[in-house]
């Protein structure tokens, strides 16, 4: 399994990024970020950038960890949240395998790209377990991909709002803003 180079999706999630956090850092100076999924490091080096102060991280592949780790952030390996403090966050954010499985997607790239049979196991399970580290006021940045079952957010005690999404030759990525429901 090599590192997951970025690509349109991992652009779309770093404009969305640039737009979203200035905005956010200004209301919450010390907002803690997490990010699922963190591949390369391009979203936590973004963030950085941008003045996050409080950067956590976790990947399911230990070559991405170790290497987020050498850029010099908090990583841990950890599918989804198992590994998660039982802490809350302010921005949660997960650019994840999205993709229905293929039987021609090389093993190598699989586990960076496939969400399974439908494809979109994996953010049903990221949605049911992000609930728990979702500050009240927080917000989860999810990245969808038209080729995936859609996803009932409403259903999982999400709001959510499309932020930005990105027509590709065969297929549409989008952005979503999520919120818990407050009741
Ligand atoms: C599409 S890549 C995104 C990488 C990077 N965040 C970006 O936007 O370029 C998906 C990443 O999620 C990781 N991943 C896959 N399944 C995971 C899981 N169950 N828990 C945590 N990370 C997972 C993969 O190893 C990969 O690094």
Redesign the pocket.
Known sequence: MSI?Q?AE??YL?SRILKEKLPELLTKNPNLKFL??????G??LETAKTLGVKNIFS????KK?VNHCILLGFNCIQ???FDQIPKEKFSIIIF???YLPEDSREPKDSK???TGGKKGNE?ILKFLQQAKNHLEKNGKIFLITSSLAKEINFEKFGYQYQEVGCESLFFERLCIWELSLKLT
Request: hydrophobic share 30%.
């Open positions: 997951y970025p999706d991992s999630m990010e699922i999924g963190a591949g390369s391009i979203h976790s990947d399911i592949d991405s950890s599918d989804l650019n994840p395998p586990l960076a790209t994996i």
